[in-house]
């Protein structure tokens, strides 16, 4: 048995051998490293409550992550090559302790991005009972819902929102949630973090309920416990919570047999951002694809309904973002894909000299989609092959946020319920370096110029490749027993 494949296991006793085979340490070894693990997590994040500069707040949060990056790569590769079996009572400990390192950040106002503002801002302007899609902040007729707090500190307000309906419904919640709680005090952000952290823990928790069902508890530290996650969900408010939260909810219902349930979770995680659509491919040979494409439908039909009217255009801004963003994309430099596009007018116009050279925005656009279209052909062809669906979504979702012009540190959060399937040590070992993109807030900060240092982006990418080389190379990607 391999852990590129994860098979179901019906019976306890083939849980029970699955988990003495792969997992960790016996009940009283256990107690003692969740709870050394966890204070060691802990001790870092309670650095977020010193008050600092600007700067020096920067090169805080990128320490914290990248020390508490290493130590959750060495808590979770020791967890799961340690060989004894990982519990119910594990398990409860282990998520009381991703609840208390979630709860640790959870007042702190956001400092490294300010996109849970716009979240807030789009609840607030549907409670008005205008359509975010139709109504870009700066809008004069949005200028009575401006105030000290939310309104300076929108990116891009002249822009209409680019989230898509999930994370539309969620912002709509949470602003109920701060107008029923805001006379006590509650701020919009805190709000609006509340209601990411009910979504993801309850998607954590399926996770948790799957994997030990399925004899791999231990690997719920890998999601659960990753100090990326926790900070940028939590410190951050980013809508990527809910989002990871609802795809976490969906490996755990399919590991339960229940695949119509995990694909409208799926489709729900899916409409929080779009980063999941990079491992549709993997699906192809999934048990239960219809009843996945079923759920999925239904729950796409479902919170579309409320967005789709005359002269909205919920893509609008999107294009946009895929068109003209780049911040961080180093392979993307390094394959010149938005050179992909101008292609076929350059070799038209026998034009050799320009041919690695950028085109026009549209077809920067279509250069880019292209790029992620092959990744996904790609996943899909990977899994026609014999590869593992586990193996092939999570290397698929990898090279697709390579691949991408803007590779933001959360993006990566994406990987950890797969990771938990399917565990790539190079792979965490990204999370955990991945960070070190925040250096752009320092000269940011004090220059007002946002220019990431390429070099720093080429050194963290080489690790990285060099690492999952090494891997693959021990342990190539086939079909268990082939």
Partial sequence: MTLLALPRLRSPRARRERAQLDLGAGPRGWTRDLRIGGAILESLLLAGWVPLSPVADAWRWMAVLVAGGVAHLTISTRALRSGEPFGAREMKLAFAIAALLRLTLLPIRPSLSEDAYRHVWDGRVQTAGFDPYLYAPADPALERLRDGEVWPRINHPELRTVYPPSAQALSLASSRVDGLLSPIGLSPIAAWKGTLLLVELAGAGLLAWGLLRAGR????LIYAWSPLAVVEFYASGHVDAA???LLAGAVGLFLLGRPAIAGALFSAALLAKWIPAAFLGAGVRLRGKKRLLAGGTLAAALLWTPYVHPGSAPFESLGSYQANWESGGVLHRILRVDAWGALPRHLVEWDWRHLGTAGTPREKFWG????AALVVVATGWAVLRGVPATAAAAVGLFA????????HPWYATWLLPLLALSFWRSILLWTALVPLGYEVLLRHRIEGLWRPNPWVNAAVLAVVL????????????????A
């Fill in 368 to 371: 880019r989609t292209a790029a």
């Fill in 243 to 245: 989002g990871v939260g």
């Fill in 217 to 220: 508890g231990a690997a719920f």
């Fill in 466 to 481: 060099v690492a999952f080389t090494r891997e693959l190379r021990r342990r190539p990607i086939r079909v268990p027993g």
């Fill in 400 to 407: 697709f946020l390579l691949v991408r012009p803007t590779v």
